[in-house]
């Protein structure tokens, strides 16, 4: 028996409570149930045996929290967990019960909200699943982090080989706690290659109504529902629905297509035994659902149906600037770049770190999982190394898009697999190892080949996208239209979407941005959907949203009037005679800041600006914080315009190949266990004004990490922050280590909890009491 | 649950370090992350009464594995029968628009954090508000956390597991004894059916006392 045969024959019954079952026999709130496994193995059985008879095709195991945290302090092994709960289920499941393991979240929340690493919770799940093998599937469920699934469902792909299925636990707005969207959990984990997903707990039936019709929309899986009795009540905390009315319930589940179900919180055999009875006058409904080109990130899902803006700034590709950060593993620059985007009109962007020399798999993750802390839009992953793509791939929370594959046989066979593995949707270059063909002709028959092989190996046709690749006009004039003409074929010949780079049209142009702009326009009408951009040029990003009004996609012109239905006519710019650098920075104006430095730059020495300008400002801004006349909000803001007015500075210096001059290095970082970083984040800035090289480790740092990289720069300052009481250890015991690895560095602490003494007697050399301090002694120990 | 139409603004800036009134760009500032944070995130709240039984080594909440250790609490309990556990949060949205915030500007950042800590506790005012309303037969002691006085933040995982917090509300502990999402309270309201005297939180109680700003210019922070 297995999970397709009983689904072949009719819908699935899933069980009911276990927990309920259990604290009506008597477990207190917060007790370990899993340890009944052991204690109790005759009150487990019964409680699976009732279900069975009540008309339970699967039994869950009594394993929801049975992960190596949360069994910590059992003394027990999570393989004998396991083992144990299997054995119960299987003495009471008998030849027709199917088993599920059953794994709940691990209850510790994952970076960038929490400490747990991506890695970890793989290896959580993957203990689980290695102990679970003779289960006869898995199942996932109560998630809310979409993140923490997809490290479940690779650890079970990878490491077992039963059915996987998944529920996710969703408010009434439609999505998780962490705010995951119930398209992107389908769009994610249908490409993930699940075998079922669905909604558990959370709600009762009737509020999941709406939310299993949405999701019914977004699979082709077969679809759970598994809710609680009810909602509870505030007082009691017990679930209202007698079993008559929660069976009544799942009418119109079943009539929306979900075709396995059962119960959770509150839900007990009677409830499973009215619920099956319903189903059984019903005969499951076949949906037809035609799952839309779409990608996403947990959060936010972006639907091809109207042209949509891929910001291509995240590229070092021609600038010297983007490649120093690089360089220094300068995530901060990365993450600027994308919020501009972001703001500037960017649906998804793409994300290309590769420089020779860096790792390159490194450099993604780092940059996927920072621009994913701090923006919903999703990404493209941009790189020509698949071990890079992988890694991306492998901790990219959604659906991304992998930019790219061509119509090379290596590119073929290494790209289209992992595409596939991962759920993502593919570029299509068409170029072969001939090149790129000068007809349109051609390239449709690349894009053709490209996308027999990505069917044929289950990619669905509406996740590839192909690029007819833009050729320079100044140097190809008769190409443009090929171009264009190999898109309007590939698009509706093929039935696929597009993607085109539009910028390298102009090279070599004067006035380049206006036959960019008229191209862009051109390749819209001619069927573009992804194009390309800098969003952060408005006539670019203007021609878009202009276009999507014109085709009659931007319904009554909602959303372009919402961009420019305020908008007065520039004014001419107000001369600003009076305003100077030092002025622009006292009061925190941040582009003023930078666009003086940069007129400044045209007449004066870089250094000279710093010295005689920039600096002057902020020890005034600094004294006069010092002397009660001006707050943390204002010094950080006048820090804030002078850290661009120094950025205008440092691409300046980039670009003219000068070595930028650095006062000293300091090492920071928020030391571990702890998350507190904005304190660490100001001293960095003011740190960074005063021309110090500071290396950021980040939050909850190893202690390690810390002695490491400070003995591997030489740095003669290391500053640590922590803002709790629990943590303080942890800095003593990284102050130990940096005096151990480099005797001559100084150590300065700052945070809430810290006092003077208490710094001294942990060991450190200073103790900064705010970030104006921190700057002090910064100067008095590096001169 | 429990809607936010503003949070206090005053309040934030305080915590962000303003003394005094905020110039014209930073209160501009603060209402712009005021409206972005109030737009994304959903304050909730989870609470439960157990009864109290006074032992040797603390007091237990009848019914979970939870044991209130220390001289505060108990002093905090003191005539109490029973007790309100409760845990509220803003969400994950809310470390999000503080990471978002930064990454685009510092201040910015400061200030929606300092707004989240004052929006938290606003949700706190009104969870208890609301949690008293339905136990009319009580009198109430204002709310105490782990961490205040010798109350350890050792015993939040069983807190929340006594609510069953990170199920119904997505709130956890990092090893550090940090909830999570950052801004998200436990607290623990005494309850008596007699009159008690409903003690004012004192600066006693608070593990900042000896470096607390506030206190160092004679002043406190309430």
């Not at chain 1, 003495?91 to 794994?103: N, P, Q, R, Y």
Request: glycine content about 8%.
């Amino acid at each position: 028996m297995n999970v397709n045969t009983l689904l072949e024959s009719g819908f699935l019954m899933l069980d009911g409570g276990m927990g309920t079952m259990l604290q009506a026999g008597g477990l207190e709130m917060g007790g370990i149930p899993e340890m009944l496994n052991f204690t109790h193995p005759e009150l487990i059985q019964s409680i699976h045996r009732t279900y069975i008879d009540a008309g339970s095709d699967v039994v869950y195991t009594n394993t929801f929290g049975a992960n190596r945290l949360k069994m910590a302090k059992t003394g027990k092994s999570v393989q004998e967990i396991i083992s144990a709960a299997i054995q119960n289920a299987r003495a009471a499941a008998g030849e027709k019960t199917l088993v599920a393991l059953d794994i709940g979240p691990i209850g510790q929340l994952l970076e960038p909200t929490g400490t747990l690493k991506f890695e970890e919770a793989y290896d959580i799940f993957r203990e689980q699943i290695e102990a679970g093998k003779d289960a006869d599937l898995y199942i996932f469920e109560t998630m809310t982090d979409l993140l923490e699934v997809r490290a479940g469902v690779l650890a079970a792909k990878e490491c077992g080989d039963k059915p996987i299925f998944v529920t996710m636990s969703f408010e009434e707005n439609g999505r998780t706690f962490t705010g995951c969207e119930i398209s992107a959990m389908a769009l994610t984990l249908e490409g993930l290659g699940v075998d079922a997903i669905g909604v558990n707990c959370s709600l009762g039936p009737e509020e999941l109504v709406p939310i299993v019709q949405e999701l019914c929309r977004w699979t082709t899986l077969p679809v759970i529902v598994k809710p609680n009795a009810g909602l509870p009540d505030p007082v009691t905390g017990r679930h209202e629905f007698a079993p008559e009315r929660f069976g009544a319930c799942m009418k119109p589940f079943a009539e929306m297509g979900a075709v396995i179900f059962g119960g959770c919180c509150g839900t007990t055999p009677d409830h499973i035994r009215a619920a099956a009875q319903q189903l059984s006058v019903m005969q499951p409904v076949k949906r037809s659902v035609s799952v839309p080109a779409a990608v996403c990130s947990a959060n936010r899902t972006v639907v091809i149906d109207m042209p949509k803006i891929i910001g291509e700034r995240i590229n070092p590709t021609g600038k010297k600037r983007f490649k120093q950060a690089l360089v220094e593993h300068d995530i901060d620059y990365i993450l600027n770049q994308a919020i501009v985007q972001v703001q500037a009109g960017a649906d998804i962007l793409d994300v290309n770190v590769g420089l020779p020399d860096i790792d390159e798999a490194e450099m993604m993750q780092s940059a996927v999982k920072a621009i994913q802390g701090i923006t919903d839009v999703p990404l493209q992953l941009d790189t020509t190394k698949p071990d890079a793509l992988e890694a991306g791939l492998r901790i990219y929370n959604g659906k991304p898009i992998v930019n790219s594959v061509n119509g090379e046989e290596e590119s073929l066979s290494t790209v289209l697999p992992l595409v596939k593995k991962y759920g993502a949707a593919v570029v299509g270059l068409t170029l072969d190892k001939n090149g790129i063909p000068k007809t349109a002709e051609g390239r449709f028959e690349i894009a053709k080949r490209i996308l027999d092989r990505a069917l044929a190996l289950g990619i669905r046709r509406e996740d590839v996208y192909i690029d007819c690749l833009t050729l320079t006009a100044s140097a190809e004039q008769e190409g443009v239209t090929e171009t264009l003409s190999a898109l309007t074929r590939v698009k509706q010949e093929l039935g696929l979407r597009t993607v085109l780079g539009v910028s390298n049209i102009s090279f070599g142009l004067p006035n380049r941005e206006l036959v960019t702009r008229t191209f862009l326009t051109m390749a819209l009408h001619a069927g573009l959907d992804l194009p390309i951009i800098n969003p952060n040029t408005e006539s670019m990003t203007g021609a878009v949203r202009a276009y999507r009004l014109l085709a009659n996609f931007d319904k009554n012109a909602v959303d372009f009037i919402a961009h420019y239905g305020n908008e007065t006519p520039a004014a001419p710019a107000a001369a600003k005679t009076d305003m100077t650098l030092g002025n622009a920075i006292s009061a925190g104006l941040k582009s003023e800041a930078a666009q003086l430095t940069a007129q400044l730059l045209e007449t004066t020495p870089a250094m000279e600006i710093v010295n005689s300008h920039l600096i002057p400002a902020l020890d005034k801004a600094g004294a006069e914080f010092e002397a009660g006349k001006l707050f943390l909000p204002q010094l950080i803001s006048a820090a804030s315009a002078a850290q661009s007015a120094f950025e205008v500075i440092r691409t300046k210096l980039c670009e003219s190949g000068a070595e930028s001059v650095s006062s000293g290095t300091v090492v920071i970082a928020t030391v571990k266990g702890d998350i507190h970083d904005i304190g660490k984040n100001i001293v960095k800035v003011l740190l960074e004004n005063y021309g110090y090289k500071v290396i950021d480790l980040g939050k909850d740092v190893d202690c390690e990490a810390v002695a490491q990289t400070a003995a591997e720069h030489g740095a003669p300052l290391v500053g640590l922050s922590a803002l709790m009481t629990t943590t303080l250890p942890s800095m003593e015991e990284t102050i130990r280590l940096v005096k151990a690895s480099c005797p001559d560095c100084k150590i300065m602490v700052g945070g809430a909890v810290l006092t003077a003494d208490y710094a001294e007697k942990i060991g450190a050399d200073f103790y900064a009491k705010d970030a104006k301090g921190a700057v002090d002694i910064a100067r008095s120990v590096i001169s | 649950m429990i809607r936010l139409d503003s949070i206090d603004r005053r309040q934030a800036l305080r915590y962000a370090g303003m003394r005094g009134d905020a110039d014209t760009a930073i209160s501009a500032l603060a209402e712009t992350c005021e409206k972005r944070l109030l737009s994304v995130i959903s304050p909730r709240y989870i609470h439960r009464v157990y009864p109290l039984e006074f032992c040797e080594n603390g007091i237990a909440c009848k019914g979970s594995h939870l044991l209130l250790t220390g001289a505060d609490i108990a002093a905090h309990l003191q005539g109490c029968s029973h007790a309100v556990l409760f845990c509220a949060t803003l969400s994950q949205a809310a470390d999000r628009a503080v990471r978002m915030a930064q990454a685009e500007d510092l201040t910015a950042g400061l200030l929606t954090d300092a707004l989240a800590s004052a929006a938290i506790e606003q949700v706190c005012d009104l969870a208890e508000a609301e949690i008293l309303a339905g136990l009319p037969d009580f009198h109430a002691t204002w709310r105490f956390s782990p961490g205040y006085g010798d109350l350890p933040l050792s015993l939040q995982g069983e807190f929340l597991d006594a609510l069953d917090a990170q199920r119904k509300i997505g709130v956890c502990v990092s090893d550090s004894g940090l909830l999570l999402p950052r801004k998200s309270v436990t607290a623990i309201i005494g309850l008596s059916e007699k009159p008690i005297e409903r003690h004012r939180k004192g600066c006693a109680a608070c593990n900042l006392m000896n470096t607390c700003p506030y206190r160092a210019k004679g002043a406190h922070c309430k």
